[in-house]
């Protein structure tokens, strides 16, 4: 019993994190692997103490872990009685100790062995995860198909050709958005706080829903209002610039005066509307 508990013990702990990695490494391609890393830690944790719960608490009996504990830390001569297990080779005054080595070192050593073991059975004799060069690979790999999809949708939706959406779920989208995100500077109602009045007819960079989403994707970093293309789709921007236009003419109350140009929506839709403002 008392050579065979550490053994129980570390068998545990291997099974447990076989058990929890093989379950989750299953899934990693869906979840990704750095994810899938974590869970699995966690997952272990959580069967260990579980295991312990049960076998030692729920039985009621915990002497072994407290043996076990005390062994793998007491183990070792200490200090004070260094006296007896000095050997008796003497090189200028530096002498040994014939100590032993603590049973936690020993161990960890037994851990990082099994650690190894699975390690090459995951990734190089079974395959199950990829190794670092692929797993760079795959990344850059599923980069550039965002890249793609992005350029793909921003080829259908840009400031050229853009219309207002009118549907009550786009519009409720690019609230969601709005509120979330802008309401910081621009105001609640887009009444404006460090961000211009929302509301009102006057536009610095220009109105009109082609003007607004060209001011949403690039941003006006001078002024401290970043280009938000890389946090929406072009999509999310048309839905957010279509909401921001159902704002005009709402006069929320404190709202920043006017800055910028009047703007009057030009009556034939050219391409070159973007920025056409009429001077007040
Ligand atoms: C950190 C503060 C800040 C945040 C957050 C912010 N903005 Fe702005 N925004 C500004 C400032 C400042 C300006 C004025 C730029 C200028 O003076 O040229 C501006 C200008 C604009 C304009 C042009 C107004 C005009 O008169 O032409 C629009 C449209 C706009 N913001 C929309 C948004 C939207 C939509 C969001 C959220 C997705 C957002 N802003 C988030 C600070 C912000």
Same mark, same amino acid.
């Given at each position: 019993?008392?050579?065979?508990?550490?053994?129980?013990?570390?068998?545990?702990?291997?099974?447990?994190?076989?058990?929890?990695? +093989?379950?989750?490494?299953?899934?990693?391609?869906?979840?990704?692997?750095?994810?899938?890393?974590?869970?699995?830690?966690?997952?272990?944790?959580?069967?260990?103490?579980?295991?312990?719960?049960?076998?030692?608490?729920?039985?009621?009996?915990?002497?072994?872990?407290?043996?076990?504990?005390?062994?793998?830390?007491? $183990?070792?001569?200490?200090?004070?009685?260094?006296?007896?297990?000095?050997?008796?080779?003497?090189?200028?005054?530096?002498?040994?100790?014939?100590?032993?080595?603590?049973?936690?070192?020993?161990?960890?050593?037994?851990?990082?062995?099994?650690?190894?073991?699975?390690?090459?059975?995951? $990734?190089?004799?079974?395959?199950?995860?990829?190794?670092?060069?692929?797993?760079? +690979?795959?990344?850059?790999?599923?980069?550039?198909?965002?890249?793609?999809?992005?350029?793909?949708?921003?080829?259908?939706?840009?400031?050229?050709?853009?219309?207002?959406?009118?549907?009550?779920?786009?519009?409720?989208?690019?609230?969601?958005?709005?509120?979330?995100?802008?309401?910081?500077?621009?105001?609640?109602?887009?009444?404006?706080?460090?961000?211009?009045?929302?509301?009102?007819? $006057?536009?610095?960079?220009?109105?009109?829903?082609?003007?607004?989403?060209?001011?949403?994707?690039?941003?006006?970093?001078?002024?401290?209002?970043?280009?938000?293309?890389?946090?929406?789709?072009?999509?999310?921007?048309?839905?957010?610039?279509? $909401?921001?236009?159902?704002?005009?003419?709402?006069?929320?109350?404190?709202?920043?005066?006017?800055?910028?140009?009047?703007?009057?929506?030009?009556?034939?839709?050219?391409?070159?509307?973007?920025?056409?403002?009429?001077? +007040?």
């Amino acid at each position: 019993m008392k050579n065979k508990f550490p053994i129980r013990i570390i068998m545990l702990f291997v099974w447990s994190f076989v058990f929890s990695s +093989s379950t989750l490494l299953a899934q990693a391609a869906d979840i990704g692997t750095e994810t899938a890393l974590i869970m699995t830690g966690i997952l272990t944790a959580f069967f260990v103490i579980i295991i312990f719960f049960v076998i030692f608490v729920l039985e009621g009996n915990i002497e072994p872990i407290v043996k076990f504990f005390n062994a793998a830390w007491a $183990y070792v001569v200490p200090q004070s009685a260094e006296k007896a297990i000095q050997m008796d080779e003497d090189f200028d005054g530096i002498t040994e100790l014939d100590n032993r080595i603590p049973p936690w070192f020993n161990y960890l050593f037994g851990a990082t062995v099994i650690f190894a073991i699975i390690y090459l059975i995951n $990734y190089h004799v079974l395959k199950t995860s990829p190794l670092p060069q692929a797993e760079f +690979s795959e990344e850059l790999a599923s980069a550039d198909l965002m890249r793609r999809v992005r350029i793909a949708s921003e080829g259908e939706i840009n400031e050229d050709k853009l219309a207002a959406l009118k549907d009550d779920a786009s519009i409720k989208e690019g609230m969601e958005k709005f509120k979330k995100n802008c309401v910081s500077c621009h105001g609640n109602e887009g009444s404006g706080i460090v961000g211009p009045n929302l509301t009102d007819q $006057y536009w610095i960079h220009g109105g009109g829903v082609k003007n607004i989403f060209a001011t949403i994707k690039n941003g006006v970093p001078a002024k401290g209002m970043i280009s938000w293309k890389l946090v929406f789709t072009p999509k999310e921007i048309q839905q957010i610039a279509s $909401y921001i236009l159902t704002l005009q003419g709402t006069n929320p109350p404190g709202g920043k005066p006017q800055e910028g140009n009047l703007w009057v929506e030009p009556k034939i839709e050219a391409s070159d509307s973007v920025k056409i403002a009429v001077k +007040s």
